[in-house]
């Protein structure tokens, strides 16, 4: 019990530094409802939250998942923080506009989207019970909140205007080899500790890159979302990197070797051919190597290291 204790007292202590840190910047975030309704609609919301803290070894979601993540990987805490990654909000923003999907997407859309791409796994039905359960969970932390439909991308509004930052992608766009290397010193100074040296992760703390974290199609393999993630997040507790090294270890860490993307591996042939799974198009193939490209950036030349894999 005291163990347990000492647990919760850390994860307060984490969030709240957390929240310290955002409030500086003037973003205000609602408070997590404090009551759960009743009935099965209060256990559907409970287990909505079970699936994004142990997506991969639940019954319901582990069969969909390819890697070693969960959901609280990059939505912390089950996404109840007042930090970028925050479910708070997220909700009211749906059905909205998805430039990757090229379609409007619903939640259950967005949620079964993040297996295939951030798990590395299949999608899931999205009316199954796992994405129904995970729906919930996220509409219930939205409660009282007004619905704001967005017609630009599919973010909670409370970081519409904070996603992608945009003082990061000047700094990608100039970036050198030299910052790729100042890169690897922050990641051997601020988060080798707790993701390992090799980048593959711990107990409590998940893989950075290789088979085992997320694949080139998930948003966090963009150096400007992962700047952005990592800006208000990392290190846990204490996001306090410049933005010069954050700018830096994100291209360390996303030009890294991981699993390419390739959407027909990752979506029910028959989902594809009934239109069952919603987008515009399903040629989508993704890899370090383009997503670096995008940037103006040579994977090869960034690394200086010409064995590197595409």
């Known amino acids: 019990?005291?163990?347990?204790?000492?647990?919760?007292?850390?994860?307060?202590?984490?969030?709240?530094?957390i929240n310290a840190a955002v409030a500086a910047e003037g973003v205000k975030i609602p408070p997590v409802p404090q009551a759960e309704p009743p009935g099965q609609l209060g256990e559907t919301v409970r287990l909505g939250r079970e699936l994004m803290q142990h997506t991969d070894t639940n019954p319901l979601t582990k069969a969909f998942v390819?890697?070693?993540?969960?959901?609280?990987?990059?939505?912390i805490d089950a996404g109840t923080t007042s930090t970028v990654g925050t479910f708070i909000g997220s909700a009211t923003a749906f059905p909205a506009w998805s430039k990757r999907e090229g379609v409007v997407e619903s939640l259950q859309d967005r949620i079964a989207n993040c297996f295939m791409r951030s798990m590395n796994g299949m999608r899931p039905p999205i009316d199954s019970r796992?994405?129904?359960?995970?729906?919930?969970?996220?509409?219930?932390?939205?409660?009282?909140?007004?619905?704001?439909?967005?017609?630009?991308?599919?973010?909670?509004?409370?970081f519409a205007n904070q996603w992608p930052d945009q003082q990061l992608p000047p700094l990608f766009k100039q970036a050198t080899h030299a910052n790729y290397v100042a890169g690897a010193?922050?990641?051997?100074?601020?988060?080798?500790?707790?993701?390992?040296?090799?980048?593959?992760?711990?107990?409590?703390?998940?893989?950075?890159?290789?088979?085992?974290?997320y694949n080139a199609g998930a948003g966090m393999s963009k150096p400007v979302q992962m700047g952005t993630w990592v800006k208000q997040n990392m290190p846990l507790g204490n996001?306090?990197?410049?933005?010069?090294?954050?700018?830096?270890?994100s291209l360390y860490v996303d030009a890294q070797q991981r699993p390419e993307f390739d959407i027909r591996e990752h979506v029910p042939a028959k989902a594809i051919e009934t239109g069952y799974y919603n987008a515009a198009s399903v040629d989508d193939v993704e890899t370090v190597k383009g997503n670096l490209k995008a940037l103006g950036l040579d994977l090869d030349t960034i690394r200086g290291d010409k064995a590197a894999a595409h």
């Open 1 to 17: 019990m005291q163990k347990i204790e000492r647990l919760i007292g850390i994860s307060s202590l984490l969030v709240l530094s």
């Open 66 to 75: 390819g890697n070693k993540l969960n959901c609280s990987s990059c939505h």
């Open 130 to 158: 796992a994405i129904t359960a995970m729906t919930t969970y996220m509409t219930w932390l939205s409660e009282g909140q007004p619905i704001k439909q967005n017609p630009i991308k599919p973010v909670t509004p409370f």
């Open 185 to 213: 010193q922050v990641y051997a100074a601020r988060c080798a500790a707790c993701h390992g040296a090799d980048g593959q992760g711990q107990t409590g703390f998940p893989p950075l890159w290789g088979a085992g974290s």
């Open 239 to 249: 996001p306090n990197l410049t933005l010069q090294e954050v700018a830096d270890v």
